[in-house]
Structures are given as structure tokens and as C-alpha cells.
């Protein structure tokens, strides 16, 4: 089993930037992917961005191009550094870990771009 820590989310300016980092802790050896997916008041949970153990990288379209997500030499941290923030971009992010046995989930953070 993995647990999974986020922090980093705060009050932005729209154009301010926020770097989000993801704790992991347990079987960390069983992680093949990390990802940061967000969830608004009202909508879905939906992707923001993946990254493999390879380096492998997708992100939601709506992203591509200001924000970027990367992995720690070690393994155990993700992070989602996030450019250009929009209001659209308001939600409660979630750390992800893809295992070889299934998934799991962070408690989430929030972001609010608002100004």
C-alpha cells in the first residue's frame, strides 16, 4: 500500500505561478506512475497530468504549456509546477500513484485563482 501527501496549494493571482508537491510513503518500489488529477465544485474528477517511471508525460490539453509535472530521482515525490494560473484552474488537486496491485489517492489540496 502507498500513502499519499499533498501540499503546496494556496491563494493565486491569475498569471501567478504555485508548485505543488506529492509525499508518498509505504511500497513506494510498486509505483509505475504518478499523476496529478483536479476536481471543481460541480464537475468531475479530471486529469491534469501523468508521468511513468520511464518519464513517459501526458497532460490534459487544457494544461499543456503551462504547467509541468516531474518525479524525484528517488521515486517517492511528484510534483506539478503550475504556470500562468487561470480562475479556470481553481479546484482541489489529488496526487495519484499507479501500482502494479491498483490505485491510490491522495487527500487532495486546494488552488484558488482569484483576484
Known amino acids: 500500500q502507498v500513502q499519499l501527501v499533498e501540499s503546496g496549494g494556496g491563494l493565486v493571482q491569475p498569471g501567478g505561478s504555485l508548485r505543488l508537491s506529492c509525499a508518498a510513503s509505504g511500497s513506494i518500489f510498486a509505483i509505475r506512475a504518478m499523476g496529478w488529477y483536479r476536481q471543481a465544485p460541480g464537475k468531475q474528477r479530471d486529469l491534469v497530468a501523468t508521468?511513468?517511471?520511464?518519464?513517459?508525460?501526458d497532460y490534459a490539453d487544457s494544461v499543456k504549456g503551462r504547467f509541468t509535472i516531474s518525479r524525484g530521482a528517488a521515486k517517492n515525490m511528484a510534483y506539478l509546477q503550475m504556470n500562468n494560473l487561470k480562475p479556470e484552474d481553481t479546484a482541489v488537486y489529488y496526487c495519484n500513484a499507479d501500482l502494479w496491485t491498483g490505485g491510490y489517492w491522495g487527500q487532495g489540496t486546494q488552488v484558488t485563482v482569484s483576484s
Open positions: 508521468i511513468t517511471n520511464s518519464g513517459h508525460i
